[in-house]
């Protein structure tokens, strides 16, 4: 007999009426109608059925420390960092790790079950880097924390020395970190820049790592190490491995340089991370009118056959004072900030936040057909952009077939002549 049996679910590519069969955990069937014993049945009543969300940007080293220890006055990235500075001495493992927990009981309730987490490497003690490999392990029942090691002060601009600052870098990943970060565009110079991406590339190369940088997180159109960060996946052979997160100054560029900057970053098969909360907050804030948007140029990139995925990147921490792990809130952003109205785009932008994370970050037997894990959402959306228009509620979020959350419906009691006595906002 199967364990569970989701009956009458709408998939996120339009099928209808149909059934997903679950045992030991894996998904077994996925069949229209059917109907067969189950230890559990889920009646999905003809609403979507989706793989889990899955965040592929995040810093869960800073997330719930919002005003610790004063808040962010100007808004800009550049004192969010320094923000972020004053804040370091003060941090402890026992906090981290609390609030940590936090979020990933947030994101489990709102159906994000993967996350990619950068950690700062910078402190020499890696007290962020211990808490959160702790995390991982206390979460991996529920969710798949993925960790970069990120030098949030520049691998070479940092204050303790490039020779310091590599070596706080490779022993984060000794211990178990899993992708190397780096920051090229606040290094102290574009050479530095570059070196400092070549460098990281080489070290994941080496240790046959993923690579995910902040890299171009500025207004500044001639800020490219995008192109640097392509020249070495392709010389290194990391093709499909590599991920260049905001790459802001895209937005900012050239046309011109654009038109041949897109088919080497699709030759070298690198991946984009655009973070539509963040960017279209920190970006263009020293711009007085017009005020530009700052975010990457996705419906350009996914065009050139590119990998998007949309981040969180912040929720409560020195650089964004909102969020709550909402990947739905997040692709909404992006799809304004985008302005990917059109119904294909508004699904791509619900694949930036489902599918095209899952294969930025590898994860193994994500989706929802036969051999895959037994893990999905059961949405209060009758497809994707109704779930993007609602942001939907998660009535219920499964892992390995077993029921991790769930949530009543959202809906309004109406006390209004001859109306209807309730509203859910669908049509
Ligand atoms: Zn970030």
Redesign the pocket.
């Known amino acids: 007999m199967l364990d569970l049996l989701v009956k009458n679910a709408t998939l996120p590519d339009g099928r209808t009426n149909m059934s997903i069969a679950v045992l030991d955990g894996k998904i077994v069937e996925v069949s229209p109608g059917l109907d067969v014993p189950a230890a559990e049945v889920l009646e999905a009543q003809g609403l979507l059925v989706s793989p889990p969300f899955v965040d592929a940007?995040f810093?869960m080293d800073a997330t719930l420390s919002y005003g610790l220890p004063r808040v962010n006055a100007s808004g800009t990235l550049l004192e969010g960092i320094a923000l972020w500075g004053e804040l370091k001495p003060l941090l402890t493992q026992e906090a981290l790790i609390a609030r940590a927990l936090a979020y990933c009981d947030w994101a489990v309730a709102k159906g994000l079950l993967a996350i990619r987490t950068?950690v700062d490497v910078c402190d020499p003690r890696l007290l962020a880097v211990e808490a959160l490999l702790e995390v991982k392990r206390q979460v991996a029942p529920y969710l798949d924390l993925q960790l970069v090691a990120f030098p949030q002060d520049g691998v070479l601009r940092g204050p303790l020395g490039p020779d310091q600052h590599l070596n706080n870098l490779k022993r984060a990943l000794d211990l178990g970190v899993d992708v190397v970060g780096g920051i090229p565009h606040f290094e102290r110079s574009m050479a530095d820049g570059a070196l400092s991406v070549r460098l990281l590339c080489e070290l994941a190369a080496e240790r046959g790592l993923r690579v995910d940088m902040?890299c171009d997180e500025s207004d500044d159109p001639l800020s490219r190490h995008v192109e640097t960060l392509a020249f070495e996946t392709q010389r290194l052979g990391l093709q499909g491995r590599v991920t260049g997160?905001h790459l802001t100054s895209m937005h900012s560029m050239d046309n011109y340089y654009v038109s041949k900057l897109l088919p080497l970053m699709a030759e070298a098969q690198l991946q984009v991370v655009a973070?539509p909360l963040i960017n279209i907050t920190l970006q263009g804030r020293h711009d007085t009118y017009p005020k530009r948007r700052g975010m990457t140029r996705v419906p350009e990139l996914l065009a050139a056959g590119i990998n998007v995925a949309f981040g969180h990147?912040c929720v409560m921490d020195p650089w964004y004072s909102l969020g709550s792990g909402d990947m739905l809130e997040v692709a909404h952003m992006g799809l304004h900030v985008a302005q990917m109205t059109s119904q294909a785009a508004m699904r791509q932008c619900f694949d930036a936040v489902t599918v095209n994370p899952a294969q930025l970050m590898g994860l193994a037997g994500y989706g929802l057909e036969v051999g895959c894990f037994a893990d999905f959402c059961w949405l209060q959306a009758r497809d994707p952009v109704e779930a993007l228009r609602l942001r939907a509620t998660r009535l219920k979020v499964f892992r390995r077939g077993k029921l991790l959350a769930q949530s009543p419906a959202a809906t309004s009691q109406l006390h209004l002549p001859g109306r209807p006595t309730q509203t859910s906002w669908m049509t």
Request: hydrophobic fraction near 0%.
């Open positions: 940007h810093h950068h902040h997160s973070n990147d």
